[in-house]
Nanobody, 123 residues
Framework: QVQLIESGGGLVQAGGSLRLSCAAS????????MGWFRQAPGKEREFVAS????????LYEDSVKGRATISRDNAKNTVYLQMNSLKPEDTAVYYC????????????????WGQGTQVTVSS
């Protein structure tokens, strides 16, 4: 079992930045590919970014490319999502997720989920 706890969300003005963190515990963190997903009210959960076990491979959803950076520190059991140039449409609950397999963009492929952290971007 892997426990994931997100932090760093909040209210920010359009054009601002946030750094989300996800602390993992319970199993060897470096054995898991990690992802960030988000869910806006009335919408399905969607992929934002993912990173491979070693951190050598990353994937981004098209709308955040150039504005988001996913990274991980396996010594600290933590994955990060730096979001810049935030837009009102980035408003959502952001979830951290982990899977024992390869890096993926698919919600259904992730086995472990955090409780989420709210990001609200005001215009």
């Amino acid at each position: 079992q892997v426990q994931l706890i997100e932090s760093g969300g909040g209210l920010v003005q359009a054009g601002g930045s946030l750094r989300l963190s996800c602390a993992a515990s319970g199993r060897t963190f470096s054995n898991y590919a990690m992802g960030w997903f988000r869910q806006a009210p009335g919408k399905e959960r969607e992929f934002v970014a993912s990173i491979s076990k070693s951190g050598g491979g990353v994937l981004y959803e098209d709308s955040v490319k150039g504005r988001a950076t996913i990274s991980r520190d396996n010594a600290k059991n933590t994955v990060y999502l730096q979001m810049n140039s935030l837009k009102p449409e980035d408003t959502a609950v952001y979830y951290c997720a982990g899977r024992a397999g390869a890096i993926s963009t698919r919600v259904a492929f992730y086995d472990y989920w955090g409780q989420g952290t709210q990001v609200t971007v005001s215009s």
